[in-house]
């Protein structure tokens, strides 16, 4: 890419930001977290391609902004394929494109494994999502339990109930595993006593008691909002 347009670089300061930025994303540099493209006039689908192709193996970047980039449903689908197996960004805006509903569908049915990402924005597209991508987006939620932030305007009220209804659920999981870690991290500091310390197995290790207690936490919250959910 870089060789196709080299002299178009010298001669175009925004292209040639954008290349710099593609090749540091490609490049997993540790110093780019935070990418924003907000209404880049020289960003193209092939662009796209190539940021999706450099978002799968990506462990570094937390933010991403397309917003406004002309984002089409090629693209979207490819970003959704590579969010399969990054575990790393957090927030996600697609705002103001030209996504179609099979790439709302796309990234819908992406968030039923994506274990990352907690803000994802899709609003304000050309088409609306369509029934059947709101629809992927609900089913998907019902699993996804990191999901906090979702920009996308549903009309079909029984998807957008439950879309509701989960994202209201994750904001509660994530703020008790917040409160739980720092509360019981804060033991670490704390010593057994001289009695607990005969018992053979009557003593766990600071840490150890904390990542069973987190991990048991999650279980019971999960198992009463499924039972709250029926």
């Given at each position: 890419?870089?060789?196709?347009?080299?002299?178009?670089?010298?001669?175009?300061?925004?292209?040639?930001?954008?290349?710099?930025?593609?090749?540091?994303?490609?490049?997993?540099?540790?110093?780019?977290?935070?990418?924003?493209?907000?209404?880049?006039?020289?960003?193209?689908?092939?662009?796209?391609?190539?940021?999706?192709?450099?978002?799968?193996?990506?462990?570094?970047?937390?933010?991403?902004?397309?917003?406004?980039?002309?984002?089409?449903?090629?693209?979207?689908?490819?970003?959704?394929?590579?969010?399969?197996?990054?575990?790393?960004?957090?927030?996600?805006?697609?705002?103001?494109?030209?996504?179609?509903?099979?790439?709302?569908?796309?990234?819908?049915?992406?968030?039923?494994?994506?274990?990352?990402?907690?803000?994802?924005?899709?609003?304000?597209?050309?088409?609306?999502?369509?029934?059947?991508?709101?629809?992927?987006?609900?089913?998907?939620?019902?699993?996804?339990?990191?999901?906090?932030?979702?920009?996308?305007?549903?009309?079909?009220?029984?998807?957008?109930?439950?879309?509701?209804?989960?994202i209201t659920r994750?904001?509660?999981?994530?703020?008790?595993?917040?409160?739980?870690?720092?509360?019981?991290?804060?033991?670490?500091?704390?010593?057994?006593?001289?009695?607990?310390?005969?018992?053979?197995?009557?003593?766990?290790?600071?840490?150890?008691?904390?990542?069973?207690?987190?991990?048991?936490?999650?279980?019971?919250v999960q198992l009463?909002?499924?039972?709250?959910?029926?």
């Amino acid at each position: 890419m870089s060789a196709i347009t080299a002299a178009v670089r010298a001669t175009n300061p925004l292209l040639d930001e954008l290349l710099h930025s593609l090749q540091l994303l490609e490049a997993n540099d540790e110093g780019l977290t935070e990418l924003d493209l907000t209404d880049c006039p020289v960003f193209t689908v092939q662009h796209g391609t190539a940021l999706a192709k450099a978002l799968l193996y990506n462990t570094e970047l937390k933010v991403l902004v397309l917003k406004g980039c002309r984002i089409q449903t090629q693209n979207a689908t490819e970003i959704a394929e590579a969010l399969r197996h990054n575990t790393t960004l957090e927030t996600l805006n697609l705002d103001n494109n030209q996504i179609a509903p099979a790439g709302i569908k796309a990234i819908a049915e992406m968030l039923d494994v994506n274990e990352g990402l907690k803000e994802v924005r899709l609003s304000q597209q050309r088409q609306q999502a369509g029934t059947d991508a709101e629809q992927a987006l609900a089913k998907a939620l019902l699993k996804n339990q990191t999901l906090t932030k979702l920009s996308l305007q549903l009309r079909d009220p029984a998807s957008r109930n439950a879309v509701d209804r989960y994202i209201t659920r994750n904001k509660e999981i994530g703020t008790f595993i917040f409160l739980f870690s720092h509360y019981f991290l804060s033991l670490r500091s704390v010593k057994p006593s001289p009695s607990l310390q005969q018992g053979k197995n009557a003593w766990q290790p600071p840490q150890q008691r904390t990542n069973t207690r987190i991990a048991a936490y999650r279980i019971v919250v999960q198992l009463n909002w499924e039972e709250m959910m029926k």
